[in-house]
């Protein structure tokens, strides 16, 4: 239980004190009602007597009673009515609310912190007037009145007579049988003489005499003189006297049972039912009777005419709000005791004293004593005999009943002298004296009577005070006999079915044991008492027994919030919506956050209803919210409950503010993390042939890798236009920012260009949400940055459309448990910051069978059910307007230390983006641009520009990863006919017609790179597109033609072009824009190309100069049937390169036309030679010599767009593979250049162009495609392609662990670039026709050609001798032997050719090798001597014939 304000050891003598009637005459009352009193209530704040007070026990023994209270109350002939009490208990209960601002207890208990009220002001106060508002009973004489005070005003004509009047009248009640009510204790009531004596208007004289004459009367100890109303009324204000009696009239006015004192509470006429309640409220000064007391109602009375509704056995909750409103109303503003001074209140304390000292207490202990001596005298009988004479002797008993009848009305019925009653009566007087010892003994006695006599009401009482009587006696010589208790409170409430005497006696032994800390009993015992027939009673029992659950001394946390649950329940059923309101509020501490939802749903479910009744519409929102927003468990049918529920009470919110702000609704979630925006128009869709660039949009992914890659094109293409130097506040363009995105800076929108922001929503609940007129919520602040500063700074809000463009989407639906992502559109049409803040939309539910009770239409029948169609929108039955922020966290701060160590996120300011002046905006249209292409594949195709802003654009480029891809032609490009309608097999190539004598010689032309944009140090990957003027102007459109040439590996590839443009006039906060497009090309194997080249034998040209060599030249076709492709031409085979040129064909073939079917392969042998040198370019010059060998009947002109701008392009893309660079260590650098040179030699740099047609069938159609493929030569005898290679993987290798060399090792030259070096050649007759028989030794002269291919001097040293290094070799070699000079050592020079004059000795005929002989050579600066060993040369191979 609660703590409380009294300790039990004063809670009870205070709840049974002596009871004093009081009858008045009407003047007395008068006089008491100008403080707006009665006289009952006069006395009231004085009751209880300041000192100590003693008396003497039937033993002589002096006995102390401390604090000793008195009740005095009018008297009252009509018990009072349980409605009535019902209703008072409802009021009192109702009028008791926590303090504001009280501080509540924390209780930790576990895991919980729990803040609890810790008194329960309701609950006592409850208490209190539940005990003092006890009917009367038969058989307990605790209430029953000791004294009457009779009480006249010295004003009256005849005072005396008007005492004797006032005992007769006292007389008549207590001993007429008409009158049954009130109760008195025994029948010489104490009658007490008062005399009222207005200080202020009566006669002070008179009233002495009147007071002398009565206590000649009625002796000094019966009598008293008191003097009240020292000043007049009208005076009040001048001096503050305190109000004690306010507390008492305050607490429960509709208790004080002298308030209705005055009026006749039995009106029935409906005219005066105003009178009537002035009167129930205490207000009614008139007296209306001539007698005064005259069958007075008891203030409990319900009165039946001002409120017909109410029925006697009715409800606890009797409009018990709005008459406690009525009361207090009605009592405020009333001075009580306005005519009583300070010395007044003296003289009333004093009055009572002694009253009590005087007459009450001597009163008592006479009584004691008499009671006392008659039980004395009857002890002496045995106990059955003194049974078996008080059944002889027993007046009115009836004891013919059976068994079965005296159970049934809970026992015997004793007459008022009955002797068993005597010691009840002599119990209960020593128990209001607090004699407890005596009172216990006396209980105990009369305990054992009424049950041998089965009398079990009587039982009952005796052993509930006997039980409380030993709790109270000093010193504590027993213990608290509980299961006197428990077996009262059984009796009470199942045998005499008395629910009230049941109550009384819980709440004062649950008080004794929380007093022990037997929580756990008391609990238990609150709990046994709940029941249906009181919901109130039940609430406050439940509410104490949760209390008693939270303090143990290991506290019930969960019990005591079910408890609470409990109780809250039954205060909602007794109509105390706002403590049923506090209880669930309490409970919701314990069940918050623990998971258990549906729990977490009911509490909170009935919060938002409790307070919506109670019109706390914000505390019934914040509870509905929780419902909807927590992952909730329900049911469909019960979330659409909730939901309609909450929509109700927001509707009613709204409505008490319109003008206010928008609410912040909890449905749907916004993931906000998600949202995304995007700045500019939506793509256009493809038109025809036409296709519109890709450029960015809300649909495709994000992807890191792709946008790093745009990233660096952007800052490529910046770096060529900035000179090489991106510019320190360079920021890679975004067009649409996502949480990936680099948020950090505000970003920036071009006015009128639409600003989209796409909102995830996800719906958590099983029923669908409608959003309607959904848009989003900014405030824009206009501003201008041209530099010059803008004065006013206004602030705007959505309701400018002329700024800020808005749109509204007019339905969103959002099924069951659904994510999905609505876009919005803003348009700004002003220059300025904006910042959207966030969506506003309307929430309602869809209104359809299954929104309303969550059951399905049923199968058949379709009519009036589903969703109702109204002008084409769902019908919806209820929305609320409301608003969500978007509010991104921005991400984690992690740099510097102090960062890392707490906790910090950065700014994210997607949603603030700052609107800047228009810029130009570029459009990008393909036309024909295919999906498909053979590798190697040309085709032509258009470009369309299109500038749909009002600014002119400037700058145009487009730069892409992958420049090899396409071209728009070099400055030599022939301008082609701008129509893409021109006829489908027209060539992309230039060509020209040639006649057939030429074929297989070359055609030389030449062209420069830097005509096609590959000059030294140019970004080859940034292109400018070739604008007519470079500008284009508004609205413009400009068709230029592109080639594309498809990858040389087939699969699928995306190519990235970025197209970037300025603006004519420069902008401050935009200085470029991009244009963004992913072509999609899926390739198909076509042709491989491979070659090798190498020196030729014949060591003179025509001309007679070196360096002729041989290319060969492998196709074959790899093409898989899929295509469709017949048969591939080679129509051309070109070369290209600034040193060397194709000279002829040497194929010996006779077929004209290379024809490669499916999976053929041709091989070509070309002859290549040097240029001339007025051919040869200087290194700068970048011109590069092309030869056309044709094997059809047109040229194609190699050195022409677009088969040279494929060529650089591939030649470029070839030069960016890193070569290793020389170190530059000065000792070993004479070595590095010996290697360098060496290398050098067989170096070569011719690139091969072989140029196709394809003959495709496709629709029953025949194609021509054509296409050409390249192959860089770099070096002598090393096979190249026209492909990438796969680098095959190598193989493992077991580990091997050596000690690593210090010594670094020189680089040297590999063994094919020293066999370079020199190059040899054998001429000798191919046979040799000797007569051995005549001459054994056969002579045959050789000339060894030495040709010095470096450009530098080379000593040569010639050795003729062999290597015998195998018996094998012996056997080849032993027959043939070189005559002469077995060395010799030689120095050429810079490409000088040498020959050697030898002789051959042969002994046999035979096949013989003459490559025997070993050339060493060394550079003539260096001191290494490399071999050029010729073990790659063919082997020379001589017949010897013997004739």
């Known amino acids: 239980m609660a703590q409380c304000v009294q300790s039990v050891q004063e809670l009870i003598p205070d709840s049974f004190v002596p009871c004093v009637a009081a009858l008045c005459s009407d003047e007395a009352e008068r006089l008491t009602r100008l403080n707006h009193l009665s006289f009952a209530e006069l006395l009231k704040p004085f009751s209880r007597l300041t000192s100590e007070v003693h008396m003497r026990d039937p033993n002589n023994q002096l006995h102390v009673i401390k604090n000793l209270k008195i009740a005095v109350s009018n008297i009252i002939t009509q018990p009072p009515q349980p409605g009535a009490i019902r209703k008072l208990l409802n009021d009192v209960v109702s009028g008791s609310q926590p303090a504001e601002g009280l501080v509540a207890n924390v209780i930790t208990a576990g895991d919980y912190d729990l803040n609890i009220s810790a008194t329960t002001p309701w609950f006592e106060s409850y208490r209190e007037s539940f005990l003092q508002s006890m009917p009367a009973s038969d058989h307990e004489f605790l209430n029953h009145y000791l004294a009457c005070m009779l009480v006249a005003s010295s004003s009256e004509a005849e005072p005396v007579e008007q005492f004797s009047k ?204 008499q009671l006392n001596d008659q039980l004395i005298s009857r002890k002496g009988l045995s106990r059955s005999l003194f049974s078996a004479t008080k059944k002889w002797f027993s007046g009115s008993k009836v004891p013919e009943k059976s068994i079965n009848e005296l159970k049934n009305t809970s026992g015997l019925l004793y007459p008022p002298e009955a002797p068993e009653l005597q010691i009840r009566k002599m119990a209960d007087l020593c128990f209001l004296v607090q004699h407890y010892d005596l009172a216990y003994s006396c209980y105990h006695t009369a305990k054992k009577d009424f049950l041998n006599d089965q009398a079990m009401l009587y039982a009952a009482g005796a052993l509930e005070m006997a039980a409380v009587s030993a709790f109270l006696q000093p010193g504590a010589p027993r213990p608290y006999p509980a299961h006197y208790m428990d077996t009262a409170i059984q009796t009470y409430r199942d045998i005499c079915k008395n629910m009230v005497l049941a109550e009384r006696c819980v709440l004062l032994s649950a008080e004794i044991l929380k007093s022990q800390s037997k929580y756990s009993e008391a609990a238990a015992l609150l709990i046994r008492l709940t029941s249906e027939d009181s919901d109130l009673r039940s609430a406050l029992l439940l509410e104490q027994a949760a209390h008693c659950f939270i303090n143990m001394k290991s506290p019930m946390v969960r019990k005591y919030a079910f408890h609470m649950i409990l109780a809250g329940h039954r205060f909602s059923k007794a109509g105390q919506k706002k403590h049923a309101l506090r209880c669930y509020c309490q409970a919701m501490q314990v069940y918050k956050g623990k998971g258990w939802s549906l729990a977490e749903d009911h509490i909170n479910f009935t919060i938002g209803r409790q307070s919506y009744t109670l019109r706390q519409l914000d505390n019934a929102v914040s509870a509905f919210r929780h419902i909807l927003i927590n992952e909730s468990k329900q049911s469909a049918a019960q979330q659409g409950a909730f939901l309609r529920e909450y929509l109700y009470v927001y509707k009613n919110v709204s409505q008490l503010s319109p003008d206010g702000p928008l609410p912040q609704l909890p449905l749907p979630y916004i993931n906000s993390s998600a949202t995304r925006v995007f700045f500019g128009h939506d793509r256009r869709p493809a038109d025809g042939e036409k296709q519109a660039a890709t450029h960015i949009s809300l649909d495709q992914e994000y992807d890191s890798e792709s946008s790093q890659q745009w990233r660096e094109l952007e800052e490529q293409v910046v770096a060529v236009v900035n000179r090489g130097v991106i510019p320190s506040n360079f920021h890679p363009t975004q067009y649409c920012l996502n949480s990936y995105s680099d948020n950090s800076r505000f970003p920036l929108a071009v006015v009128e ?52 463009g808005t749109e509204v989407i007019s339905e969103f639906l959002l099924n069951s448990e659904e994510s999905k992502v609505a876009r919005l559109k803003l348009f700004p049409h002003h220059v300025g910051e904006l910042h959207i803040l966030g969506v506003v939309y309307n929430l309602g539910t869809i209104q359809g069978s299954m929104a309303v009770d969550g059951i399905g239409a049923l199968p058949g029948c379709h009519t009036g059910h589903g969703l109702f169609f109204i002008s084409g929108k769902h019908f919806f039955s209820m929305s609320v307007r409301g608003r969500q922020d978007l509010e991104i966290q921005g991400p984690r701060l992690n740099n510097t230390k102090e960062e890392k ?181 899926c390739t198909s194997r076509s042709l491989n190309v491979r070659a090798t080249v190498c020196r030729s034998n014949s060591l003179e040209d025509e001309e007679g100069r070196g360096g002729n060599m041989l290319v060969f030249v492998d196709v074959e076709n790899t093409n898989t049937s899929e295509a469709g492709v017949k048969e591939f031409h080679i129509v051309q085979v070109s070369s290209s390169s600034k040193h060397w040129k194709l000279q002829k064909s040497v194929n010996l073939s006779e077929n004209k036309d290379a024809k490669l079917a499916s999976r053929e392969k041709g091989k070509f042998c070309f002859k290549a030679i040097r240029c001339k040198e007025k051919e040869v370019a200087t290194q700068s010059s970048e011109k590069y010599t092309f030869a056309d060998i044709i094997f059809g009947n047109e040229q194609i002109v190699s050195s022409a767009s677009p088969c040279a701008d494929f060529f650089y392009r591939s030649l470029s893309s070839e030069l960016k593979t890193p070569q290793a660079q020389p170190s530059g260590h000065t000792e070993k650098q004479s070595a590095e250049d010996a290697v360098r040179l060496i290398q050098k030699c067989s170096e070569v740099d011719l690139n091969i162009v072989v140029l196709w047609k394809a003959y495709v069938v496709e629709d029953s159609k025949q194609l021509i495609l054509e296409g050409q493929h390249h192959v860089i030569l770099r070096t002598i005898g090393k096979e190249a392609f026209s492909y990438p290679q796969k680098q095959e993987p190598p193989e493992m290798e077991l580990l091997k662990f050596s000690r690593p060399e210090n010594t670094s090792v020189s680089s040297r030259p590999s063994v094919e670039q020293l066999s370079n070096l020199i190059k040899t050649s054998l001429h000798y007759p191919e046979s040799f026709n000797h007569p051995f028989h005549q001459k054994s030794l056969c002579l045959v002269p050789v000339t060894l050609l030495l040709s010095n291919c470096s450009k530098a001097d080379v000593d040569v040293i010639v050795d003729l001798r062999h290597k015998t290094t195998s018996p094998e070799a012996l056997e080849v070699h032993g027959s043939f032997t070189w005559l002469g000079q077995t060395q010799y050592k030689l120095q050429l020079k810079s490409q000088e050719i040498h020959s050697l004059q030898l002789k051959a000795c042969f002994v046999h005929a035979g096949v013989y090798n003459l490559g025997t002989p070993r050339v060493f050579a060394k550079l003539s600066d260096q001191v290494t001597v490399f071999e050029a060993s010729q073990q790659n040369s063919m082997p020379a191979l001589i017949i010897i014939n013997n004739v």
């Open 753 to 804: 260009e639409p600003i989209t922001v796409e909102v995830a929503f996800r719906n958590p609940l099983k029923v669908p949400l409608l959003l309607t007129d959904l848009s989003l919520l900014w405030k824009f602040q206009p501003k201008d940055f041209s530099g010059k500063d803008n004065e006013e700074v206004k602030e705007l809000v959505t309701s400018e459309p002329e700024m800020i």
């Open 901 to 1081: 160590t707490s906790i910090k996120y950065g700014p994210d300011r997607r949603l603030d983006p700052i609107i800047t002046e228009e810029m130009p905006l570029l459009e990008v249209f393909f036309i024909h641009f295919p999906t498909g292409l053979l590798c190697g594949e040309i085709r032509k195709a258009y470009v369309e520009f299109v500038n749909v802003s009002k600014c002119p654009l400037t700058g145009l480029k487009v730069v892409s990863k992958r420049p090899e891809f396409f071209t728009f032609g070099g400055n030599t490009a022939v301008l082609t006919p701008l129509s893409p309608s021109a006829s489908e097999n027209c060539s992309a190539y230039k060509t020209v017609v040639t006649d057939s004598t030429s074929v297989c010689t070359a055609l030389i032309s030449s062209a420069s790179s830097v005509d096609f944009g590959i000059g030294i140090g140019s970004q080859p990957e940034v292109i400018p597109v070739p604008l007519p003027d470079t500008v284009l102007l508004p609205g413009a459109s400009v068709q230029l033609p592109m080639w594309l040439r498809g990858p040389d590996e087939e699969g699928v590839h995306e190519i990235n072009f970025l197209f970037y443009y300025e603006s004519v006039k420069k902008q401050p906060k935009i200085r470029h824009r991009i244009l963004r497009h992913t072509a999609v090309i």
């Open 166 to 369: 006032l005992s007769q009248e006292q007389h008549r009640i207590q001993h007429n049988s008409d009158y049954s009510y009130p109760k008195w204790f025994i029948p010489n009531t104490l009658k007490y003489y008062v005399l009222l004596h207005d200080v202020s208007a009566g006669d002070e004289q008179r009233a002495e005499s009147i007071y002398e004459e009565m206590k000649q009367k009625y002796g000094t100890q019966g009598c008293y003189l008191l003097k009240i109303n020292s000043r007049t009324s009208n005076r009040a204000s001048d001096e503050q006297i305190p109000d004690p009696w306010s507390q008492y009239l305050q607490k429960n006015s509709i208790q004080n049972q002298e308030s209705y004192e005055d009026g006749p509470c039995t009106i029935t006429s409906n005219k005066n039912s105003d009178s009537n309640l002035l009167s129930l409220d205490g207000l009614d000064n008139e007296v209306k009777d001539g007698l005064p007391n005259s069958f007075r109602a008891h203030p409990l009375q319900l009165d039946t005419s001002s409120d017909p509704s109410n029925s006697i056995d009715g409800p606890d909750h009797v409009k018990s709000a709005s008459s406690l409103h009525e009361t207090k109303k009605a009592n405020t503003g009333i001075i009580h005791g306005a005519c009583l001074t300070l010395t007044d209140h003296d003289r009333i304390r004093q009055f009572i004293q002694e009253f009590t000292f005087r007459g009450l207490l001597p009163h008592i202990e006479k009584t004691i004593r």
